[in-house]
């Protein structure tokens, strides 16, 4: 059981966590997802202890990760792949932490053996690849039986039956009641791994909700619909049993249509066909009339478009991929670094839709 | 239907799992085997160790045989007396030549515990390994601590085995020239046990240093830069403006010179004509050089305690 509450984190002016709560379960793998530079892993810092959070607390099982007297039993963590020297082999790696807690030495083979490290367990772990590594700063974590486990993108560079191989063991660990914590920026991974997902976009919880309830939400369908008689419509639709949802203008809807008179809506619950006979027998123009249906890998770009740290270019347009409406543009205040980077846009703090 | 046991109403709950090892808690006495496992299973502890004790003893070696060559040539002889009768040179016959050349060596043992220490420190923060230590023992002044008492240890012993061999390797050409060391004159044995001791304040202030930096190459540069190479300039800047006295004065408090005193006080060594530049006395020479130490201690656990690790 982890416990955060208005948890934040400064970096000279930059905030990277800004004044989070959460609470993660155990019994079930938690996702952490988000963005590059989210400040996913200074949140897990935190909650280690290694990092000092500017204001707020983060408890592990009731208490402070530092006032434990047992602390690797309590939580095993996975921070970065490379929290190793690279002169020790694995085995010297484990037993150098197994001794601060006095675990039996079996229990260092008892992890390189879970961890598949058996036939590397005597190399210098300066010779290990990212995934061997990976394996040993899991074994690391796993060293202490503890009762919650952190896991900061377990799967970097992992091969695919490394990927499944941390998927089921995550599942394994929360199946015998232990919290299982684990970050990554892909949805993919977090839908196949996770339970509950916590999304995090520029220091924000953006979304707090089990999967399915993601998947759900992400699964929605809806005919995007413009149209000079949006009232008249809408009537139609309403009557129709049809939900109707006036959407934020984007920029183009401004200017483009706006002049035209044109309203846009979304509908859902009818299907593209239905709309268009509601329109023709209400005697109402259509512009367009387009079905959507949003992938869970859309959902999470929608919801995280706003808090990406580096917004790319589209190379064939010169545009913005993620489009931002330019009233929230406006008033926010510029990053000064924006200017300097020609490639990479730092985006400014825009409100969340 | 039975009684609900405490036991059975606990399976009900959603059970908070437990580790095996739960009971398994830190200490610092395990926090030191720790560390010790950690010092030795890097090759660079072998090798500093390796090259301390080398040093101590082959410089030893080769004092005694320069010093050997020197006393069996009769034309240097005849110079040397020549230029102590018109007051110029050192009397050697006034000096425990033996005991300079035992302990000698180490000025240069500083240079590998100096680098010894700062990397006990500076390889964890420069492999990522601090977090996981810090993981492991959240007390993060007591880390310090743990190295610390394993740096002392260390370095102790292997300036008393680098001394012994010093002392050993020299023995028959000693021995030759009526130069053996004196082991019943208290300041020959305050030699021996200073060199030991400056040995083990080096380490800490290199250790502190360390600490503070996070950083090895910084780390070594910063501790060798105040023990060799400021005091060389400073050394030579006060040789030729000996009437600057604030200078001179900077000068027998830097930590090299002053935590020198107690191992072979200034008028044994060459630095030109040594009367003209005053240095502190043995023991207070040791107190300065202590407190260089205690200071780059105290900085370095303000430093691991307020900074993110």
């Known amino acids: 059981m982890i416990e955060a509450r208005n948890l934040a984190k400064n970096y000279g002016d930059k905030r990277a966590v800004d004044n989070i709560s959460f609470k993660v379960q155990p019994g079930i793998v938690t996702g952490f997802l988000g963005p590059n530079g989210a400040g996913k892993s200074t949140t897990m810092r935190m909650i280690m202890g290694l990092d000092k959070p500017t204001s707020g607390t983060v408890y592990v099982n009731g208490k402070p990760y530092a006032q434990h007297k047992s602390p690797l039993t309590q939580v095993g963590a996975l921070l970065e792949a490379r929290a190793i020297h690279p002169g020790r082999t694995a085995r010297q790696h484990l037993r150098v932490l197994a001794a601060t807690h006095s675990f039996p030495i079996s229990r260092v083979d008892e992890v390189i053996d879970l961890t598949g490290l058996t036939s590397v367990a005597d190399k210098r772990v300066g010779g290990f690849s990212l995934g061997m590594g990976q394996r040993l700063g899991i074994a690391s974590a796993l060293l202490g039986n503890p009762s919650t486990l952190i896991f900061d993108e377990p799967v970097n560079g992992l091969d695919p039956e490394g990927v499944l191989w941390v998927r089921n063991l995550a599942r394994y660990l929360a199946g015998q009641g232990r919290t299982v914590f684990l970050s990554s920026h892909l949805m993919s991974e977090m839908a196949l791994t996770a339970d509950h997902l916590i999304v995090i976009g520029k220091g924000k919880i953006l979304a707090d909700m089990p999967v399915q309830e993601l998947v759900e939400s992400a699964s929605k369908r809806y005919v995007r619909v413009a149209t000079p008689g949006v009232a008249a419509l809408s009537a139609a639709v309403q009557a129709a049993g049809g939900v109707v949802v006036v959407p934020a203008p984007s920029a183009d809807d401004a200017t483009a249509r706006h002049a035209a008179n044109v309203g846009v809506i979304e509908v859902s619950g009818l299907e593209a066909p239905d709309i268009g006979e509601l329109a023709l027998t209400s005697g109402v123009v259509l512009h367009e009339l387009t079905p959507i249906s949003s992938t869970l890998e859309e959902a999470y770009m929608e919801l995280t478009a706003d808090s990406v740290e580096y917004h790319t270019i589209d190379v064939n347009t010169r545009e913005h991929t993620t489009t931002e409406p330019s009233y929230t543009a406006a008033g926010a205040p510029k990053a000064p670094a924006e200017a300097d980077m020609p490639v990479a846009h730092l985006s400014n703090e825009g409100g969340q839709r | ?309």
């Not at chain 2, 390994?129 to 023992?137: D, G, K, L, P, Q």
């Not at chain 2, 004159?185 to 021996?192: A, N, P, V, Y």
């Open chain 2, 1 to 309: 239907m039975s009684a609900i046991t405490p036991e059975a109403l606990q399976h009900e709950l959603p059970e908070q799992y437990v580790s095996r090892f739960a009971d398994h808690r830190i200490g610092f006495g395990k926090m030191l085997r720790s560390e010790w496992l950690k010092m030795w299973t890097l090759r660079s502890t072998w090798w500093m160790v390796g090259a301390t004790i080398v040093l101590m003893a082959g410089l030893s070696l080769l004092f005694a045989a320069v010093m050997n060559l020197v006393l069996n040539d009769p034309d240097i002889m005849a110079q040397m007396a020549e230029n102590a009768a018109t007051g110029e040179g050192i009397d050697m016959t006034q000096f425990a030549v033996g005991i300079i050349i035992v302990v000698l060596g180490y000025q240069f043992a500083q240079l590998t515990v100096a680098v010894f220490a700062v990397m006990t420190i500076t390889n964890e923060y420069s492999s990522g390994m601090i977090r996981a230590t810090f993981s492991a023992t959240p007390r993060r002044l007591r880390t310090l601590w743990a190295k610390l008492i394993m740096v002392t240890l260390t370095t102790a012993v292997i300036s008393v085995i680098g001394l012994a061999l010093a002392w050993l390797v020299s023995y028959p050409l000693l021995d030759r020239n009526n130069m053996l060391v004196d082991f019943s004159d208290s300041t020959q044995i305050r030699s021996l046990i200073g060199a030991v001791l400056v040995l083990v304040m080096t380490a800490w202030f290199a250790l502190g240093i360390g600490t503070v930096l996070r950083h090895t190459a910084g780390g070594i540069a910063t501790v060798l830069g105040l023990f060799m190479v400021v005091p060389s300039i400073l050394g030579i800047i006060v040789m030729f403006a000996p009437d600057l006295a604030w200078l001179s004065t900077i000068y027998k408090f830097l930590p090299s010179e002053a935590g020198q005193q107690i191992v072979i006080p200034s008028i044994g060594m060459g630095m030109g004509g040594g009367a003209t530049v005053p240095s502190l006395e043995p023991w207070h020479g040791f107190a300065v050089l202590s407190a260089y130490a205690v200071i780059a201690l105290a900085a370095g656990a303000l430093v691991i305690k307020k900074r993110d690790a």
